[in-house]
């Protein structure tokens, strides 16, 4: 299966670091890591993406577990403007570069 | 950049009904994509583009139809509207690079009754 787990929902306070999880047990050897957000009524927004070794962006962090079987993506102070839902999204490629989204983790942010 | 544009923004039909939902990108992208998001779910892709004339199907794509006559353009067409299609459907398009991320439009809200 080409999906990846994440947590249905989370919650964190503002100005505090969230780690949002994914699993992606099945992963292949040349699979990208991308995450997404969406927000209400809005297309998704990338986030950042990786391939073996941690990445940073002026958005997040991605944290990939070294068998490349999970990793996670950190926000390193949350602002309500974060409030969405987050995919963990694994790009295969075939004849495409595809996205096979899962249902993604909800993150709520209290102020 | 304008972006991704999607029109229309909102659409109601009757089943039986067809439309065309338009897509147009203006960063010279390869590839295009459809993806419909059902309430509370991920995105499905539908079909998808590697370039002007090329068109494949995604996970989903019965009962709709898609061309790509220019780089910039890849309409959505329902043929024969049924319940089953309402849903948000969302375009995408992206540089041909292995690692080049998805850049979304804002959607199209299709309700069929």
């Known amino acids: 299966d080409a999906k990846t787990t994440q947590p249905n929902s989370m919650e964190s306070n503002e100005e505090e670091p969230v780690h949002l999880p994914c699993n992606h047990s099945?992963?292949?050897?040349?699979?990208?890591i991308h995450w997404y957000r969406q927000l209400p009524s809005q297309g998704p927004e990338y986030v950042i993406h990786?391939?073996?070794s941690n990445v940073n962006n002026r958005m997040a962090s991605l944290a990939i577990a070294e068998d490349r079987k999970s990793s996670t993506l950190i926000l390193h102070r949350a602002t309500l403007r974060d409030a969405a839902v987050y995919y963990c999204i694994r790009l295969i490629i075939q004849g495409a570069q595809k996205l096979v989204f899962g249902q993604g983790t909800r993150l709520t942010i209290n102020p | 950049n304008a972006g991704v544009t999607q029109t229309p923004k909102f659409r109601i039909l009757k089943i039986g009904q067809s439309m065309t939902l338009q897509c147009t990108q203006d960063m010279n992208h390869n590839y295009m994509y459809w993806y419909r998001q059902d309430p509370g779910m991920g995105l499905k892709l539908i079909y998808y583009?590697?370039?002007?004339?090329?068109?494949d199907k995604g996970e989903v794509p019965n009962g709709y139809n898609v061309s790509r006559s220019t780089t910039e353009d890849f309409p959505l067409r329902l043929e024969l509207a049924a319940p089953s299609q309402t849903s948000v459907y969302f375009c995408a398009s992206s540089y041909y690079r292995v690692d080049s991320p998805l850049h979304f439009g804002n959607g199209t809200r299709l309700t069929v009754t």
């Open positions: 099945t992963i292949s050897g040349t699979d990208y």
């Open positions: 583009s590697v370039g002007a004339g090329i068109t």
């Open positions: 990786g391939l073996t």
